[in-house]
T-cell receptor
Framework: KNQVEQSPQSLIILEGKNCTLQ??????????LRWYKQDTGRGPVSLTI?????NTKSNGRYTATLDADTKQSSLHITASQLSDSASYIC????????????FGKGTKLSVIP | GAGVSQSPRYKVAKRGQDVALRCDPI?????LFWYQQALGQGPEFLTY????????KSGLPSDRFFAERPEGSVSTLKIQRTQQEDSAVYLC?????????????FGPGTRLTVL
């Protein structure tokens, strides 16, 4: 069964600090990997999309990495802000014409002053 | 509107009632998805439309769940004879063009509570 595992489940950091969130997946075949940010009570918002040929992609203070060989991805947040407090969800598309996405359970990030 | 909208935002139903959840995708978006998100979990795929055609309904948990998009724009997810396990947030997302590579834009969701 296709699975996406994220760690840690939750994380608390001080404002201004950096953090890295992890994602491991067993989805096969693989087409692309996405990171979403979901604020409480809102729908997820796309941060990055990476195909198997891309190993890093940035979106402002967010940088995602992908190692398609080890099936791992990370999301690095630089100089965190209070508004970064949200759940970050790793999502994998299995490709081969599939449009189904497999979502991880997310990492709940809390940035405190 | 500029984004995906869903209505109602909150719905409370008594067990056994039928409910209908509406999704207005971004204008012109070909692809539309429905997801179910239980508390503390990631969204789970329910069904996918390309224009008015329902190309995949493999994620619908039972035959009590039915979705339609008759004119290729607005979509409705209907749940018949609701059960307590149907309580969740139902998210709708739309994307332009082929769904495999395009960003999905999510609505705010409808929180369904079945008593």
């Amino acid at each position: 069964k296709n699975q996406v595992e994220q760690s840690p489940q939750s994380l608390i950091i001080l404002e201004g600090k950096n953090c890295t969130l992890q994602c491991n997946y067993t989805v096969s075949p693989f087409s692309n990997l996405r990171w979403y940010k979901q604020d409480t009570g809102r729908g997820p918002v796309s941060l990055t999309i990476m195909t198997f040929s891309e190993n890093t992609k940035s979106n402002g203070r967010y940088t995602a990495t992908l190692d398609a060989d080890t099936k791992q991805s990370s999301l690095h947040i630089t100089a965190s802000q209070l508004s970064d407090s949200a759940s970050y969800i790793c999502v994998v598309n299995s490709g081969a014409g599939s449009y189904q996405l497999t979502f991880g359970k997310g990492t709940k990030l809390s940035v405190i002053p | 509107g500029a984004g995906v909208s869903q209505s109602p935002r909150y719905k409370v139903a008594k067990r056994g009632q039928d409910v209908a959840l509406r999704c207005d995708p971004i204008s012109g978006h070909v692809s539309l998805f429905w997801y179910q998100q239980a508390l503390g979990q990631g969204p789970e795929f329910l069904t996918y439309f390309q224009n008015e055609a329902q190309l995949d309904k493999s994620g619908l948990p039972s035959d009590r769940f039915f979705a339609e998009r008759p004119e290729g724009s607005v979509s409705t997810l209907k749940i018949q004879r609701t059960q307590q396990e149907d309580s969740a947030v139902y998210l709708c997302a739309s994307s332009s063009g082929l769904a495999r590579f395009n960003t999905q834009y999510f609505g705010p969701g409808t929180r369904l509570t079945v008593l």
